[in-house]
Structures are given as structure tokens and as C-alpha cells.
């Protein structure tokens, strides 16, 4: 990893969120069909990754197998062997390593890679994340909606740019579930922001405008980002609080 990575460009390229998928056209979310597409529009990307069981870093949204693919059970009870031979939704695409998709990208866009948890962690995901990095010189970043992930990847890699996850966190919409209403409100309003010193916020589209994330955005010019934008009223509250898009469905 650069010892110093510059951070300008976050924020100024729409995000394909997942890539560029597209059921009907046979690109489905996190694979490396969508990511290539995503390069070729000239976005940016975000993906979704978690460890195998071997602990490599796999590119896949859900901790279970079933929605897209013919396999069942949890996603981190295989191996890296294993999953990336699982087809994704009757495609040839089949789940990819953080490194297949670091080689497709080739530094051509930015990347933004989101850490996915469940519970307790010794930050195994973390570090993996950071060892895969390592070589990579184009535009990435990590980001998270668990706070104390975005902490230890301030303690593990400074300079590896990072972003919080986050949006009202009311009880019908909350990505993480169990939060108590204390949790709802310190994630809400971003308390934790002088433990994780985000250098961008991703908030959710329709909990914006904020008071939070625009303050931070507005006063500390820290770059905020709107997921997922699927409508053009979407595409109209991020432009009214200035927020770059994480887009599905939609052209920009």
C-alpha cells in the first residue's frame, strides 16, 4: 500500500453501486461482468466483501448463499475454492476475489469496498482487506456502518481512506439489526466521528438532508455520498443536499 494515498477523488464520480448490474442483460451485483461493465461507463464502483472460511476476501453482498445462487447456508462455511466456483444466478459469472476484481478495476475508477459484519469480530476482514491492498495503487477505499470496523482500520492502515456507513437507523429500516434506541441515535448522528475520523460519509438517500452528515459535509468539506439511488426523486434529494450518488437501476 502507498504510504500517503491521496483522497481527492472521492466523491466526484457517480458510484455503480455493486457495479453495473443488470439482471437483463446476465450482469449480476458484485460480480466481475458487473464490475467490467462499470469500468467500460466510466464509474466508480462499490462492492460488498466478507471472508471464506480460509479467510480469503470474497466479493458478495449476502452472509447467506441462497438468493444468488442454486447453493444453500452461510457464505463464510466455504472455501475460497469452493465459492468461486459457485455460479451466480444461472450466469458464468461465479463469486470473485477481492483480488479478481482489484485486477479487472486495474486502478482504472475509484473503488469503495464495504465491510460486511455479523457480530463479534477479532477484525480478521480488516486486515485481510489491507493485505490484498497492499500492492494496489489505484483510487480505493474501505468503508463500513460498524464504527468500530472504521476505527480499526484507522489503527491498521491511516492512510487507506475509510467511510462510514450510515442512515436514520429507525427501527423499520436499520442495517444492522438489535441496535437499542441509544445505538440508533449515536450511529444516526454519527457520534462517533472524532473515534473514526471518516474521510467521507455515505448516508442513506432517504434519510437526507441530515443534520450529521450535512454539517460534517458543509462545514469540514468531508465528502458525502447518498445510497441507493434508484428514482429520479432520488436523483433530486441527493443533488439538494449536494451529495454524490451510489446508484442502481438508473443511468446518471
Known sequence: MEKSRVRDWIGKLPVAHRGLHNVLAGRIENTLSAVRAAVDAGFAIEIDVQLSADGKVMVFHDSMLERLTSETGRM???????????????????????????????????????????????????RAVIADLKDYGG???????????????RRLAPDLPR??????????????????????????????????????????????????????????????LAWTVRTKAD????????????????TP
Open 163 to 224: 467511510g462510514i456507513v450510515a442512515e436514520a437507523f429507525t427501527s423499520d429500516t436499520a442495517e444492522i439489526s438489535g441496535l437499542g434506541a441509544w445505538e440508533r441515535f449515536y450511529c444516526r448522528h454519527l457520534l462517533h466521528f472524532f473515534s473514526t475520523l471518516p474521510h467521507f460519509i455515505a448516508y442513506r438517500v432517504q434519510d437526507l438532508p441530515a443534520p450529521a452528515p450535512v454539517m460534517l459535509n458543509t462545514i469540514l468539506a468531508i465528502p458525502l
Open 76 to 126: 463464510d462455511a466455504r472455501t475460497s475454492d469452493e465459492l468461486t466456483g459457485i455460479r451466480v444466478s444461472a450466469t458464468t459469472d461465479t463469486i470473485p476475489l477481492l483480488t479478481e476484481v482489484l485486477a479487472a478495476i486495474d486502478g482504472k475508477v475509484p473503488l469503495y469496498i464495504e465491510l460486511k459484519h455479523e457480530g463479534p469480530t477479532d477484525w480478521g476482514l480488516e
Open 235 to 250: 436523483v433530486e434529494r441527493a443533488k439538494l443536499t449536494g451529495a454524490q450518488m451510489i446508484f442502481e437501476g438508473l
Open 139 to 153: 483510487p480505493v477505499a474501505a468503508m463500513s456502518f460498524e464504527p468500530t470496523s472504521i476505527v480499526a482500520l
